[in-house]
Each structure stands twice: as C-alpha cells, then as structure tokens.
C-alpha cells in the first residue's frame, strides 16, 4: 500500500539546479522518517539527506551542505529536495526512501520504503 513516487530529475549544466519531489501515499503515522539517497556507477549507495516528520530535523552528507535543501509538506506527504550549484560528481540516480522512525537514519538497510530513482546528470 505504501507508495513513493519520485519526479524531477533531468540533465542540468554544472551550476544549475533542480528540485526532486516524492510523494508518499499509504503512510498512516507521521513519526517517520523520508531520506533522499543516491548511486552512482560502481559506487555504495549514500544517504544525501534526510527529513524527520515528527520535528522536521535534517541530515545532510558533507558534500552538499549548503548547496541542498530538504524540506516536507506535511499536508500533501511529499518531500522535496531542492538541489542548488550542481557539480557532475552529483551525477547519480536518486532515491527517495522512507522509514519509521529516526534512529540509524543514515543506513540505507533501515529504510523499507523506496521509490524507483530518478536520474540527475549534471554536465561540465
């Protein structure tokens, strides 16, 4: 029943941006947790940020403190990641997960839910 639908990924030039939304349907509590992920090509998959529904603390991975933004829409159950001054090496397929609760965020092995990928591509 538990759904994650992923939408605004694309090609964007190094210095662009573009914003990720996921909508969750089936969730039926709100003290869960929804995280973005990505992988890339031969690479382990990394949690990039992460939002809690219950009171809205943040994670983010070094490498894109200050460049992204996660944020929620508590009434429509989506989650957006805004992604500014974009670099190819933030080329990957990305994610969208959720889970219940909080602890352990960071570990992919944690999160039940996960939408299909959407993938960014950054050009230089």
């Known amino acids: 029943q538990v759904q994650l639908v992923e939408s605004g990924g694309g090609l964007v030039q190094a210095g662009g941006s573009l914003r990720l939304s996921c909508a969750a349907s089936?969730?039926?509590?709100?003290?869960?947790?929804m995280g973005w992920f990505r992988q890339a090509p031969g690479k382990e998959r990394e949690l990039v940020a992460a939002?809690?529904?219950?009171?809205?603390?943040?994670y983010y991975v070094d490498s894109v403190k200050g460049r992204f933004t996660i944020s929620r829409d508590n009434a429509k159950n989506t989650v957006y990641l805004q992604m500014n001054s974009l670099k190819p090496e933030d080329t990957a397929v990305y994610y969208c997960?959720?889970?219940?609760?909080?602890?352990?965020?960071?570990?992919?092995?944690?999160?039940?839910?996960w939408g299909q990928g959407t993938q960014v591509t950054v050009s230089s």
């Open positions: 939002i809690s529904w219950t009171d809205g603390t943040t």
């Open positions: 089936g969730l039926t509590s709100s003290s869960y947790t």
């Open positions: 997960a959720g889970r219940t609760g909080w602890g352990n965020y960071r570990t992919p092995l944690m999160y039940r839910y």
